[in-house]
């Protein structure tokens, strides 16, 4: 018996009934050989950690537009805190701590620059339109390693791909391990984007709803570990009585909607980074439209998409992968002029 096996056997000991055993998986669209050390999902782990879609992440905004201190979250940041959050959910219940981590690493992989702000530009374009989330699993299958892709297990694909708020068009990920970081991710955004509001003087405690900070807590510390608590506690009792999946409680779910809610209002699509989003958005659309325009100034691998599979989906490749500094590079190389001296 070696390592993995011995691994995998200690699973079948600490991860509950209807938790993810690594010699489960459905395995991996190209068979491989399996390592001697790593599970499945350990595997799938390391490979996002050490993919350049991963490193490009801490150049991504999470919410603010190119802030002068380093203390605001960034994409990548997020990522850790969003797997940090989960990890706890997961060891909490009983999952699969390895594939909970693979998901959460890579979920947000696809996200454009400017995060949202990008995804909409893309998502008005495009003739099928973007969405981050399916975007994740391009780059994964399709563009890392110079279109071999990463070649990840089928459960962790899916957890990636169901790990957003679009319920209605893909529903929950199959696994309990899926299902605990699309709700980590929310508990992590909006918690941690308030955080980074407050340090930025747009919002105060005092102007948060008084219902939701009654319920989850005066402060971000409280408010996350409520929820992580009540995500442990309801889907233990949920699981006990045969209702399979990962859920909160009706009163803390609702007062985390509440203030989700209260975010997009006042901060995410609010007046107050009106301005800044509209910055953003157009330096992106231009940016597309030139290479739209010049798919042979994209570099080869790019050019090489839009022969097989049609130039929108080249270029947005290209796009989606920028972090906000090489977007914003571009946009001046490109449109603004250069002083010559004669």
């Given amino acids: 018996m070696n390592i993995r096996e ?54 991504k905004t999470q919410v603010y537009i190119k802030t002068s201190s380093d203390h605001y979250r960034t994409r990548l940041t997020h990522t850790l805190e969003v797997a940090q959050i989960a990890k706890t959910i997961g060891k909490g219940i009983g999952l699969n701590e390895d594939l909970i981590e693979a998901i959460a690493l890579g979920h947000d992989i696809g996200h454009v620059p400017f995060a949202h ?24 299958t399709k563009i890392e390693k110079l279109g071999a892709g990463l070649n990840l297990s089928e459960e962790v ?24 970081v699309r709700y980590s991710d929310k508990i992590a955004y909006v918690n941690h984007d308030i955080d980074d509001s407050i340090r930025a003087k747009l919002l ?9 900070v009654k319920i989850l807590g005066a402060n971000h ?23 399979i999946g990962i859920s909160l409680s009706e009163k803390v779910g609702s007062a985390l909607g509440d203030l989700r809610n209260f975010m997009f209002e006042n901060i995410y699509k609010g007046e107050i980074l009106k301005e800044e989003r509209q910055k953003a958005q157009f330096v992106v659309t231009n940016v597309f439209t030139y290479y739209f325009n010049n798919p ?43 002083f010559v001296v004669y």
């Fill in 221 to 243: 510390g409280m408010r996350i570990d409520t929820l992580v608590k009540d995500c442990i506690y309801n889907t233990i009792n949920n699981l006990d009585k045969g209702n």
């Fill in 157 to 180: 694909l899916d957890g990636i791909l169901n790990h957003s708020g679009f319920s209605e068009i893909y529903g929950k990920a199959k696994t309990l391990e899926g299902q605990v």
């Fill in 6 to 59: 011995k691994i995998e056997a200690n699973e079948g000991k600490f991860i509950i009934q209807h938790g993810a055993l690594s010699i489960n998986s459905k395995g991996r669209k190209e068979l491989e050989n399996k390592d001697d050390i790593r599970t499945c999902y350990m595997v799938d782990r390391d490979r996002i950690i050490n993919c350049k879609s991963f490193r490009r992440l801490k150049h």
């Fill in 117 to 140: 702000n990008g995804e909409e530009v893309l998502n008005d374009i495009l003739p099928g339109g973007f969405r981050h989330n399916e975007n994740s699993i391009r780059v994964l």
């Fill in 296 to 338: 042979l100034s994209m570099p080869d691998f790019y050019k090489d998409i839009v022969k097989e599979e049609g130039l929108h989906t080249g270029v947005a490749d290209y796009i989606s992968g920028m972090s906000d500094d090489y977007c914003l590079m571009l946009f001046n190389n490109i449109y603004v002029p250069k």
């Fill in 204 to 212: 105060t405690e005092e102007m948060l709803p008084k219902g939701t």
